[in-house]
């Protein structure tokens, strides 16, 4: 009887035992990668500066003509970033122009400077001309971007009516 089992229990121990196949291991590897583009954005990319009322009160000889307290000192703050070591920031300042016609004597035209200041780092332009200042390095950078005015200045008695004018910032990463 005894050996019945035995005969019988061999194919079991046959089964439970390790296969003799391969004894190393093998890896494979999955290579992972990404990229992140040179940017600038503003997430404030807007803001106002009200000057109120230009002209100098009163009877004096300076009565009516810019005053110039309400525009120097005004600023306002955008909010932007650059990711990128090389990024630069330009101004363009447009004067204020009021659309009426100035007679003899007469201006509907403000004109200031604009110093925008990002990162420590400052640009600025002047509105007497069409063209952007020179740029300036800011780096890679987060946080506000405040934009002063200074050095106000019209010829003659301004002409009653409103003012506009603007100042473009102008973030990039270099190229």
């Given at each position: ?42 997430t404030?990319?807007?803001a ?13 000889t ?10 120097d000192?005004?600023?306002?703050t ?56 020179t ?29 506009t ?11």
């Amino acid at each position: 009887m005894r050996r019945i089992f035995l005969l019988a229990a061999t194919p079991l121990v046959l089964l439970a035992s390790p296969a003799a196949a391969q004894s190393a291991s093998s890896d494979g590897t999955v290579s992972i990668n990404g990229s992140v583009a040179q940017r600038c954005l503003f997430t404030t990319p807007s803001a106002t500066i009200s000057l109120g009322e230009m002209a100098q009160g009163g009877t004096g000889t300076n009565a009516g003509k810019l005053d110039t307290s309400k525009v120097d000192g005004q600023s306002a703050t955008l909010v932007g970033w650059c990711n990128s070591t090389a990024a630069t920031m330009t101004v363009q300042a447009y004067a204020l122009l009021n659309v009426a016609t100035a007679a003899t004597g007469f201006t509907s035209r403000v004109d200031y400077t604009a110093t925008a200041t990002a990162n420590n780092v400052d640009a600025t332009d002047d509105s007497t001309d069409a063209l952007p200042g020179t740029g300036a390095n800011v780096n890679m950078f987060t946080g506000d971007v405040v934009v002063a005015l200074s050095n106000a200045a019209a010829n003659g008695l301004l002409v009653a009516g409103d003012y506009t004018g603007s100042v473009t910032v102008t973030l990039a990463p270099a190229t």
